[in-house]
């Protein structure tokens, strides 16, 4: 009875580890053990593929420049038409700067769903909470840099895959920053 147990078990476990991996996008092999993306599993049936793919994509190309610390690579993510409040995608290149100049180890958490999907796919808003956190140089412990709660993120399709156009939600101070700001995530 016991055997029997256990080879079921080990059956269930090996189906199991089967189907997370083959889940898991190959993207994701280069990124972190902390970066995370939750994505209403309901957005797939609802948006199709190609929209939850290309979201997907936009994130995992995000969290890459961000864990490798490529400013040309994340800002190649923002839109020519980018606007967060006061700031504009040359503002957020020197923010994002400035946080690759004081941290190590940056990575990001996202939970999110999506909440508006334009009937042309071109501009999607997705609904997020999360958090950016780092090391701060010279330390050894993980902080977190940014977070946010149920920001709508607008992403619009331009050449090359989707691109963040903004984001709104409620303004609040973040850490050294002296404007209300949500640089990306």
Not at 3 to 9: G, I, Q
Not at 74 to 94: C, F, P, Q, V, W
Not at 103 to 119: C, I
Not at 150 to 161: A, F
Request: glycine share 6%; net charge neutral.
């Amino acid at each position: 009875m016991i055997v029997n147990t256990t080879k079921k078990m080990r059956g269930a476990l090996l189906t199991a580890f089967i189907l997370f991996f083959m889940a898991v996008p190959a993207f994701s092999a280069n990124l972190s053990q902390f970066f995370s993306v939750g994505i209403d599993p309901s957005a797939k049936d609802v948006f199709g593929d190609k929209i939850y793919d290309g979201v997907l994509d936009f994130f995992h190309k995000a969290e890459s420049a961000i864990e490798s610390e490529d400013l040309d690579a994340l800002m190649a993510l923002y839109s020519d038409s980018y606007k967060n409040g006061d700031h504009d995608k040359a503002s957020i290149k020197k923010i994002w700067a400035r946080i690759f100049k004081e941290f190590d180890d940056l990575s990001t958490m996202h939970n999110m769903r999506f909440v508006v999907v334009e009937p042309s796919a071109s501009t999607v808003i997705i609904q997020c909470s999360g958090l950016l956190m780092g090391i701060p140089k010279g330390k050894s412990d993980r902080i977190s840099v940014d977070t946010w709660t149920m920001n709508d993120h607008i992403l619009v399709l331009e050449t090359g895959g989707y691109k963040i156009m903004g984001t709104t939600g409620k303004p609040r101070k973040r850490l050294w920053f002296d404007k209300a700001l949500h640089p990306l995530f």
